[in-house]
């Protein structure tokens, strides 16, 4: 069965310093997504992406965060000057077409910010 | 701004009872609902999902029901089985872009 899939699965980071999380949606999927789960909190909506661009943002994508789908398979995350708050997991998330809702998520990468 | 709302942070069950649940949001614009299920160190799993223009959806085990002047949804799992134990987040949408979680709610099936 197809599946979402994210490297790394943890990342370990120094403040200040940028860091590219990597997810390979299902193949026949056209909508794209992240969301962020900080320890003990819900998961919150980044960002949502479709025909090579952005389709909606949350308040926490800033200037810090981007998204690219560089070769028609991968879907990254940048982000660019990593904070001690930016620790949490991502997850990418994929739908397979318009009026189909259900999304298949990744298994999630840790990003820890020292 | 909880737009969607699950107040029960944790639920236990004996195996074989009915789990309900529970889901409350604030947004009338939201008309998509879906409930995931979630263990430690995945991804959540999507289980099922209910359109605004229904009352109730079936799959299985589980039923999700949709009463809209209330704007409150519910997760049966009939029989709850070990298995189930995992935390549950319920999410809405309005335009299949922006997906808004709950908090979750923690369901334990005891044996």
């Known amino acids: 069965e197809p599946e979402v899939t994210q490297t790394p699965s943890h990342q370990v980071t120094q403040m200040g310093q940028e860091v590219i999380l990597r997810c390979v949606p299902i193949?026949?999927?056209?909508?794209f997504y992240w969301y962020r789960q900080i320890l003990g909190q819900k998961v919150e909506f980044l960002v949502s992406?479709?025909?090579?661009?952005?389709?909606?943002k949350s308040e926490i994508f800033d200037d810090q965060f981007s998204v690219e789908r560089p070769d028609g398979s991968n879907f990254t995350l940048k982000i660019r000057s990593t904070k001690l708050e930016d620790s949490a997991m991502y997850f990418c998330?994929?739908?397979?077409?318009?009026?189909?809702?259900?999304?298949?998520f990744g298994p999630g990468t840790r990003l820890t910010v020292t | 701004d909880q737009q969607v709302k699950q107040n029960s942070p944790s639920l236990s069950v004996q195996e074989g009872r009915i789990s309900i649940l529970n889901c409350d949001y604030t947004n009338s614009m939201f008309d998509y609902f879906l409930w995931y299920k979630k263990y430690p160190a995945e991804g959540p799993t999507f289980l099922i999902s209910i359109s605004s223009i229904k009352d109730k959806n079936e799959d299985g085990r589980f039923t999700v029901f949709l009463n809209k002047s209330a704007k409150h949804l519910s997760l049966h799992i009939v029989p709850s089985q070990p298995g189930d134990s995992a935390v549950y987040f319920c999410a809405a949408t309005s335009n299949g872009q922006n997906f808004v979680f709950g908090p979750g709610t923690r369901l334990s099936v005891l044996p």
């Open positions: 992406f479709y025909n090579n661009e952005i389709s909606e």
């Open positions: 998330a994929s739908r397979r077409e318009t009026g189909v809702y259900e999304q298949y």
């Open positions: 193949s026949n999927h056209l909508y």
